[in-house]
């Protein structure tokens, strides 16, 4: 049982990795809108704020440790 929730939050942390990439590309390499990417990747605005914050953590994180 514990492996498999541990596969599943995996999996999910992996995702929401993903999911701040493709944010990231859009807001800052494509200059889209909030709405816009939401609407590009079928989410709404607020994952999209905070897919964002959470891939600029992690990079702060890698370039300041």
């Known amino acids: 049982h514990f492996s498999g929730l ?3 939050w995996s ?3 992996h995702q929401n990795i993903v999911h701040a990439r493709k944010v ?6 494509q200059k889209l ?4 990417i939401a609407t590009e ?3 709404s605005e ?3 704020y905070k ?7 992690k990079l ?3 370039f300041n440790p």
Not at 33 to 36: A, C, L, P, Q, S
Not at 51 to 57: E, P, S
């Open 6 to 8: 541990t596969a599943k």
């Open 11 to 13: 999996s999910q942390m």
């Open 24 to 29: 990231l590309n859009l807001r800052f390499r």
């Open 33 to 36: 809108k909030y709405r816009e």
């Open 41 to 43: 990747l079928g989410i």
């Open 46 to 48: 607020v994952a999209v």
């Open 51 to 57: 897919h964002l914050a959470q891939g600029i953590r």
């Open 60 to 62: 702060k994180q890698k």
